[in-house]
């Protein structure tokens, strides 16, 4: 089980979950998969490559077809909250997935 901000472990999790997708998770998969990766780059405090991460999560959003019962919409806005933060060097919240 993974704790709180185990962005790295998470990464290598989804990214399995990616490399096995079928049709319609493809996208879904990609979405969680840069989040991650994303994590691991605000972590190292890499802030282009975390802004390129989740910037990459929020277009992989637009693609998804089936959200599976998550607000993803939600999640696109905040992440594009979060990106501009990252890239003004300013504090920022993290986004939560939530159910609709």
């Given at each position: 089980m993974l704790a709180a901000h185990d962005?790295?472990?998470a990464s290598d999790e989804f990214e399995d979950l990616f490399f096995e997708a079928v049709r319609d998770e493809v996208e879904f998969a990609r979405v969680f998969l840069q989040l991650a990766a994303g994590g691991v780059h605000l972590e190292r405090r890499q802030w282009r490559a975390a802004a390129q991460r989740l910037d990459e999560a929020v277009r992989a959003i637009a693609r998804v077809t089936d959200d599976?019962?998550?607000?993803?919409?939600?999640?696109?806005?905040?992440?594009?909250?979060?990106?501009?933060?990252?890239?003004?060097?300013s504090a920022?919240?993290?986004?939560?997935?939530l159910r609709r």
């Open positions: 962005y790295f472990e599976r019962g998550f607000n993803l919409a939600r999640m696109a806005a905040e992440l594009r909250t979060v990106i501009e933060q990252v890239r003004q060097g920022f919240e993290w986004p939560r997935v």
